[in-house]
């Protein structure tokens, strides 16, 4: 599968900026799923819902099917966060594979940046940053493109990943 990813620092407009690569890239007929790192903790799931209480009881793994969606919980109770790498291999396979977060990870990647956090520029001291999506003008050695403008950045990545 190919990969690319969204980096940055919090606040720098990735999310958005994933949600509008999905929709652009999928609109051009590509297939695509995500992958996004929370650093904190999160649940999918909700106290009293019974995949919620099969959990508590102990189950490993829960997975909940609908005629909408299927989704599988696992875990991870004492086990290591698992790396990008195994956590790909339980995706279905898709044209391209989007990951939001990973920034120390070693695949590809385009920086979302705000000028208004106040965070300084990862890309200067990152080689797998290819490029800087920014709401301001930089200085870089990479490409850059206005964080807004979601057809060039996807442009860019399908041209960096052969699609």
Known sequence: MRIYGVTGWKNAGKTGLME??????TGRGFSVSTVKHAHHRFDVDQPGKDSHRHRVAGASEVLLASGNRWAL??????????????LLAHLSPVDLVLVEGYKRDRHPKVEAFRQ?????LIAPEDPTIRAVAADCPIETDRPVFDLNDTGAIADFILGEVGL
């Open 73 to 86: 919980m696992h875990e991870l109770r004492d086990e290591e966060e698992p790396s990008l790498e195994a």
């Open 20 to 25: 509008r690569l999905v929709a652009e890239i």
């Open 116 to 120: 208004e956090t106040g965070n300084p």
